[in-house]
């Protein structure tokens, strides 16, 4: 089924009238925890492809901050056992520049990555089931970015409460085990907005089970593509280490959506070309 | 005025008793809120360069403290199926310790090559399945020729492995540090248990902390007790007296009780420095209540009632016992001109219970003396003969004497630049510490157990990637390396290397540096992104890629060595390293390496002002100003022959040495100041020549001098059988500097005031009436 799928990046939701509420009240706390994540992805299916220009800022300790620029294109793909694709192209610091990242996600296997390096001209293929480092040396990790298949964690629904800047806004606060073992978590905790099933944060926790980030989510802006639903976007995701002190925000620009992208964008064989 | 307050104080006995109590209790329950601090960086003050040094470059990098399990399996090799799923299972639950951010072991190093167009990065030891013969030596062939590795992780001869552990210590509880300790012996335990024959040795910063935790609690647990039981047979023996043996133990215990619970509540923390304080206040404490009563108690033996006997040994001794307490107290005071933290506690908790000490003696001592019963035996009232005769023979032969103890004294101090100075932080703590055990272990089987650390700035965001950068990062690892006790060096330039020969399919011809910085910078992104959760390179990259840390791992270095090579490292980055010109070596082996001289900064002021203001406190209570000149003699010298004598059979200094001349100096002068003012109030009370006032001082004081003294050298011995080499040096100087400083009183003295202050002294006595000096009193 497709509606098991969250977008890469995906932190939209559709605010649609006929999304079925009750799913969020039944049964034991892992049941509502599960429905609520099947309402976010059923929220935020059908938005097909989009395009976004990220600022990465990150900082240190120190105060120093350093800052990367990407693009990201990512296509929602509409099969149960097949996961999102998504290309990454980096633009700064300039001796990356042209540097791009294509993922096929898989539920059930580990992805496919596929690096070209303009340096040395060609493609590799990265064989690694790794994905919980640090993405470019910031405080997100590949697995933070990446699409949040339903099937790939056990929830559980903890409480609700207020919650958003000003404690304006209604949350549900969700428990989140990763299920894939190269995980760098232990579990995550959410909080979703009830009226719009929105991510306003999340708590990552290492293998030992502390605290170790937090990410924050705002600016949100609705989008909507001719389909007639409305999908959220956070154009702020601020994530702190509380481990080491280091911050990293992620400044998007306006997504595009559907812009005419399609299977053949996302091939290893069309890396070379892509700018 | 004294005889006035003596009635006071008998009238209002009761009250001073109850009073006193009642504020030592009062301070001794701030002794609940001390703290240990298990922080080795406590023994550097804030504005210790190193330390800033140190902190920068971990905000710049990451803050890490560390844990390294070393393991040698009792068959000889690690590479075996059993061993690396034993280890596999350490690293598992090494990840969950408290604190802990990165786990580095054989089985999770993120081996990368190359097939075809494609780059795997795994673990090189992957989780679950057992490898066969051949993977295990594919696995021993990568491990073995992977520079990151060897030396590091392993051992070249494969028989011994590192686990690694990197802990970010929130530093919010003096809890954290134990806790974790107490998990990483328990998975030690775990280990040895899992893999039986197994020497698991722990070392690391953590340990390290702990350690001196330890060091600090066997002193408190074993010196001090062992200092009562010296002090009660020295009480005894000099008294004969079950209640003046009593208020004295007494009165030492509640000046230690105070000071440690004034500490508590100022907040001093527990280190070893500071644990020492309740030692050398209980020696200091005694030699008041010593004074008091042995007057006392001669009194009452000639016949005097009790409390006149009090009133009386109060009028003799109020005025040196203040003195010798006011010294003392400048002395110990003078330590908070060092670096190092604990010695200003050290400093500052000695010199409050040495304030009370004097406090107990002259109110609370008395107070209870006088409710106690007290027997004294009729003695005969015999002159000292020892004493009259040392005397005689000292004025006789003062001439040979003069030039005798100066050739002693020029020679010793002749010796002192003999001494070197050396900083260990290993060996602070000696073979019955199972820290220094697994540090020494560790040193004889995988090594790198002290260490340097660079952080060589690029030019610019990115500046890392530069070919040129990355060039003369590599040239100076390699020259590191060939340096002597230098076992491993962790540069980015290795990684950069690999990768570049991964990514030509592992052609061995590209086992070199990238030659533009695009590629590099490529290889590095495309790296990272390859990396598991907690082994990234951001210990070892800042977050700009402006800059990389060099560490380089030693063998156990001594503070020459280690300057030897940081001045060595210096230079060549100097001549060779444009960019990082300035940069100089950081890390734990460095800050211990430089805190003598960093502490002896500060201290030579302290040192000199405490001088300064020892001798004007002589010179104003003997209002002689020639006195008091000649009085520096004996004050210097003793600290002088005792860092000759230590040259002569110790030859290394460290730490402790910084802070003896200050503390020593405090203590030495009461002897000095007693024997003065004996002198002097023959002099002026009786018009005694030179020689005759020698001889009175010698009567009267002359036992007493020995008798303390020989109390405070015992005391300061007893320190010496501490376990920590701080503290042990610590009591063998000071009791070498007493002791050399009843010498000079005894011998030197005697000769140095027949020479400079005869003449004087007979126009004096010329002037006086003559009167003969033998009525003693």
């Known amino acids: 089924m497709t509606i098991s799928r969250h977008a890469l990046l995906g932190t939209a939701l559709a605010l649609s009238a006929v999304a079925a509420m009750p799913a969020a009240r039944a049964g034991t706390a892992e049941d509502r925890g599960l429905a609520i994540a099947e309402e976010m992805a059923r929220r935020d299916a059908g938005w097909g492809d989009s395009t976004v220009a990220v600022t990465m800022i990150l900082g240190n300790r120190e105060g120093e901050t350093s800052t990367r620029a990407l693009r990201i294109r990512s296509l929602e793909v509409v099969d149960a056992d097949r996961g999102d694709k998504s290309l990454i192209v980096f633009d700064r610091p300039r001796d990356v520049g042209g540097t791009a990242l294509l993922s096929h996600t898989h539920i059930h296997d580990a992805d496919d990555q596929w690096l070209y390096l303009p340096a040395l001209k060609r493609v590799k293929r990265v064989s690694s089931k790794n994905k919980s480092g640090p993405f470019v040396g910031s405080e997100f990790a590949f697995e933070d970015l990446l699409a949040h298949e339903v099937v790939k964690y056990g929830y559980k629904w903890l409480r609700d409460e207020s919650c958003g800047e000003g404690a304006r806004l209604r949350c549900f606060v969700v428990e989140r085990y990763p299920k894939y073992e190269e995980s760098g978590y232990t579990r995550h905790v959410v909080w979703i907005d009830v009226e719009e099933y929105r991510p306003l944060r999340i708590d990552y926790f290492d293998r030992k089970g502390a605290r170790l980030k937090t990410m924050t989510l705002t600016d949100y802006r609705a989008y909507a593509p001719e389909n007639a639903k409305t999908y959220w976007r956070a154009h702020l995701w601020d994530m702190e280490n509380h481990q080491t002190g280091k911050t990293t925000r992620l400044a998007f620009g306006a997504y595009d959506f559907r812009t005419g992208l399609n299977d053949r964008a996302f091939t290893s064989s069309r890396l070379t070309r892509v700018r | ?777």
């Open chain 2, 1 to 777: 005025m004294i005889s006035g307050y003596a009635a006071w104080l008998m009238r209002w006995r009761w009250l001073v008793i109850v009073l006193t109590l009642a504020a030592v209790g009062a301070a001794a329950s701030g002794a609940r809120l001390l703290t240990m601090s298990s922080d080795y960086r406590i023994y550097f003050g804030p504005d210790n360069p190193q330390l800033q040094a140190y902190e920068a470059l971990q905000n710049t990098y990451t803050k890490d403290d560390n844990v390294m399990f070393v393991l040698r399996p009792a068959d000889g090799e690690v590479f075996a199926p059993a061993f690396l799923a034993a280890m596999r299972g350490l690293i598992e639950a090494a990840w969950k310790l408290p604190f802990a951010t990165r786990v580095e072991g054989l089985n999770n190093f993120q081996h990368s090559y190359a097939e075809a167009d494609d780059l795997t990065v795994r673990d090189l030891v992957p989780a679950g399945t057992a490898p066969d013969d051949a993977a295990i030596a594919e696995i021993r062939a990568v491990a073995l020729n992977e520079p990151l590795l060897v030396d590091r992780l392993v051992a070249p001869d494969g028989r011994t492995a590192g686990v690694n552990v990197t802990v970010t210590l929130p530093q919010e509880s003096q809890a954290e540090t134990p806790e974790l300790m107490a998990e990483v012996r328990a998975l030690a335990a775990a280990f040895a248990e899992d893999y039986p024959g197994t020497r698991v040795a722990v070392i690391g910063t953590v340990p390290l902390g702990i350690a001196f935790d330890e060091a600090a609690q066997r002193d408190l647990r074993t010196l001090v007790p062992a200092m009562y039981v010296i002090l009660l047979l020295v009480t005894v023996l000099l008294l004969r007296s079950l209640s003046g043996t009593v208020a004295t133990l007494i009165v030492i215990g509640l000046s230690t009780a105070a000071a440690m619970g004034a500490a508590g509540w100022l907040g001093i923390k527990l280190t070893p420095a500071s644990a020492a304080a309740p030692t050398v206040i209980l020696t200091i404490a005694i030699a008041d209540s010593i004074h008091v009563l042995v007057t006392m108690f001669h009194q009452m033996a000639g016949g005097a009632d009790k409390r006149a006997a009090i009133a009386e040994s109060l009028r003799v001794n109020f005025q040196p016992v203040f003195l010798t307490s006011v010294t003392t107290i400048i002395g110990f005071l003078s330590l908070n001109f060092g670096d190092s933290p604990p010695f200003h506690d050290l400093g500052n908790v000695t010199a409050i219970g040495v304030a009370a000490a004097w406090l107990f003696s002259i109110m609370f001592l008395p107070a209870l003396m006088s409710v106690l019963p007290v027997r004294v035996a009729a003695r005969d009232a015999r002159r000292p003969t020892a004493m009259r005769t040392l005397a005689d023979m000292v004025i006789r032969h003062h001439r040979p004497l003069l030039l005798a103890m100066t050739a002693v004294a020029v020679t010793l101090a002749a010796m002192i630049p003999r001494n070197q100075i050396n900083d260990q932080f290993h060996s602070y703590f000696d073979d019955s510490f199972p820290f220094r055990q697994d540090v020494d272990f560790a040193a004889d089987t995988l090594g790198g157990v002290d260490g340097l650390e660079w952080s060589l700035p690029a030019a610019g965001s990115g500046g890392i990637s530069e070919p040129d950068y990355l060039r003369r990062l590599d040239a100076f690892a390699q020259w590191l390396g060939q340096q002597p006790h230098v076992e491993h060096v962790s540069t980015i330039s290795d990684v950069l290397r690999r990768l570049n020969r991964n990514m030509h399919g592992d052609d061995p011809a590209y086992d070199r540096l990238p030659d533009n910085r695009e590629l590099a910078a490529q290889y590095l992104l495309l790296f990272e992104m390859s990396l598991p959760y907690g082994l990234d390179l951001n210990n070892q990259i800042d977050v700009d890629k402006s800059a990389s840390r060099v560490i380089a791992r030693t063998d156990r270095v001594t503070t020459a060595q280690l300057a030897a090579l940081d001045t060595a490292a210096s230079a060549w980055l100097r001549a060779n390293f444009p960019g990082a010109a300035t940069v100089s070596a950081t890390g734990p082996t460095p800050m211990f390496a430089y805190i003598f001289q960093r502490n002896i900064e500060g201290m030579l002021t302290g040192t000199v002002i405490a001088l300064l203001l020892i001798s004007a406190t002589l010179m104003l209570a003997l209002r002689d100003l020639k006195l008091g000149l000649i009085s520096l003699v004996p004050n210097l010298l003793p600290a002088a022959m005792a860092f000759g004598i230590w040259a002569v059979f110790v030859a290394e200094v460290g730490l402790a040495a910084s802070v003896i001349t200050a503390t020593s100096l405090g203590l030495i002068v009461d002897a000095t100041v007693h024997f003065l003012s004996k002198y002097q109030r023959a002099q002026r009370r009786h018009g005694a020549s030179a020689e005759d006032a020698i001889r009175y001082a010698f009567a009267t004081v002359g036992t007493a001098l020995w008798v303390t003294s020989a109390i405070l050298i015992a005391g300061f011995a007893v320190m010496a059988f501490s376990d920590f080499k701080i503290n042990a040096h610590m009591g063998l100087l000071t009791a070498m500097a007493i002791a050399a400083a009843v010498a000079t009183d005894f011998l030197l003295l005697p000769a140095l005031l027949l020479m400079l202050d005869r003449n004087r002294r007979r126009r004096a006595g010329r002037r006086l009436a003559p009167t003969a000096p033998a009525a003693a009193g």
